[in-house]
């Protein structure tokens, strides 16, 4: 039998329905309805204006460059780009939000249908399809003090969020996960949204449903809120499915209501329930006209696209031979994949990958830096590749020199010669050395002639030490195989 990968491999009556709605905080330089500054500011307050305020009679103006990046959402995700769309206000009372209404999308949304690709447990693809991707405002913070006092704080509103709502095509917290990682990273990709999940730049509220496999009917679905982190929210979409799967065992129903993942007791919460859908009274926004947008300004966003993962990631297996494994971690962060291309256009050989996977990552493991305060830069760790390749150096001397370029940030052929590296590849002076050491181990020698072959690693490792570490391998064991016969 497998590994157990879910819950639902326990209960094989039972399958799970799964949508969610993420909210992606655009990283633009003003907000969405009025001009001040789209940033987080430590003073309560700071970054408002009478539009942020809510003051009567005031008019909002649509930032064009949300507009632009709902473009480059939509077609990054394969969505169909509305013509014409519009914006439409949403009725709730909340002291965060002193308008007394949300200005965002409702009949005519900005992006419908897209999909995003990922890969399910078994390995194949998959297409997690979008109902609809909208522009609204996010709304103020509401602080609340030590001693029962409550203030507002208004300098979140007015944020530009784009709200990606999922088909519920998802069947597992695998999948749940591959879909938010995956359109995290496409949002990070278009540069439109940093993907701070800690910071709540990104956020996701997933709905989750069981019924029994076959029924025509889904099941009563939960929705998990605010949950902050890729593995916590696998692992409440996990509990969910096994509470929810309980509570029909014993021919109880589940309810409809709101849950929180609670991180020390490792189960879901109830937050509140939802008995009646809210009326949020929506309608038309009559104080911003209709967004019009041509084929022609959908093209000009589509040229400045760039690479999006999914493609990067098969052209860098077909045109650089990256095993899948090594492209989804070298794409699964776009500063690692633009480090890696540069480095690739100096050298093609595939020992590329592994220096930058296992003693560049390692070092920003240890060293806890980034990949920006790295002192190697591609060029100079593809110069050290091509150092190992041309035989200058050996495997060991490069690890030494690769610390002395993390410290220093110096030219690997430099260090070669700083530090005395240069592999000795001469045969004649290798040879000197070879003899030397057959001579000076007659038993060994005779004992390897005798048929102990393990002995010859015994010689190689002496050979390699008197050359003090700089002996090319390869050719110091050619000349054992002589001198040993
Ligand atoms: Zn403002
Ligand atoms: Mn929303």
């Known amino acids: ?46 970054n408002i204006c009478p539009i942020c ?20 959402a939509g077609l990054s995700t394969n969505s169909t780009i509305a013509h014409v769309s519009e914006f439409a206000r949403k009725h709730y009372f909340y002291p965060d939000l002193p308008k007394n209404f949300q200005t965002t ?36 913070k509401n602080i609340h003090g030590s001693s029962g006092e409550s203030f507002v704080d208004l300098n979140r509103t007015g944020t530009p969020l784009l709200e990606i709502v999922s088909h519920p095509d998802i069947s597992n917290a695998h999948e749940a996960k591959e879909y938010l990682k995956a359109l995290r990273l496409i949002v990070q990709y278009v540069d439109i949204c940093s993907g701070n999940m800690e910071e709540g730049a990104f956020r996701a509220d997933t709905n989750v449903s069981v019924r029994k496999k076959g029924a025509a009917r889904l099941g009563t679905r939960c929705e998990l809120k605010n949950i902050n982190s890729f593995k916590f929210i696998g692992d409440a979409i996990e509990y969910e499915l096994e509470r ?18 609670d991180t020390k007791e490792k189960k879901t919460i109830l937050m509140r329930s939802k008995e009646e859908a809210a009326d949020y009274r929506y309608f038309p926004e009559p104080d911003l006209p209709f967004i019009e947008i041509d084929q022609d300004w959908i093209e000009r966003v589509r040229t400045g696209m760039p690479e999006l993962p999914y493609h990067k990631m098969n052209r860098l297996m077909k045109e650089k031979g990256l095993s899948a494994y090594e492209a989804d971690i070298i794409v699964s962060d776009l500063k690692l994949a633009d480090y890696y291309e540069q480095a690739a256009q100096h050298t093609s050989n595939k020992i590329l990958v592994n220096w ?23 060029e100079q760790l593809a110069q050290l590749v091509l150092l190992i390749e041309k035989g200058t150096i050996n495997n060991n001397s490069a690890k030494e020199i690769f610390e002395h370029m993390a410290a220093t940030g110096k030219d690997p052929h430099i260090l070669v ?43 190689v490792g002496l050979v390699m030490k008197e050359s003090k570490g700089k002996g090319n391998p390869q050719i110091i064991q050619e000349l054992l195989k002589k001198y040993l016969g």
């Open 1 to 46: 039998m497998a590994e157990i990968r879910s819950i639902l491999d326990h209960y094989p009556d039972y399958e799970a329905t799964i949508g969610i709605e993420v909210h992606v905080q655009l990283s633009t330089k003003s907000k969405i309805f009025c001009s001040c500054p789209n940033q987080v500011a430590q003073e309560p307050n700071k």
């Open 53 to 72: 305020a809510g003051y009567p009679g005031v008019l909002p103006v649509l930032n064009k460059q949300v507009v632009e990046f709902a473009i480059r």
């Open 105 to 140: 999308q409702n009949d005519r949304p900005i992006c419908q249908e897209g999909y995003v690709t990922i890969h399910t447990l078994e390995g194949t693809e998959k297409k997690i399809r979008l109902i609809r991707i909208h522009m609204e405002e996010d709304a103020g």
């Open 244 to 261: 929810q799967i309980n509570l029909l065992e014993d021919g109880k129903s589940v309810r409809q209501e709101t849950r929180l993942w």
């Open 356 to 378: 930058i996977l296992r003693d560049l990552m390692g070092l920003l493991n240890d060293q806890k830096i980034t990949l920006a305060e790295c002192r190697i830069k591609p």
């Open 417 to 459: 010669k700083e530090l005395g590296l240069e592999q000795i590849g001469s045969s004649q002076e290798l040879e000197a050395l070879v003899r030397k050491i057959v001579d000076a181990h007659p038993s060994q020698t005779a004992d390897y002639k005798a048929g102990q072959q393990k002995l010859f690693g015994f010689f």
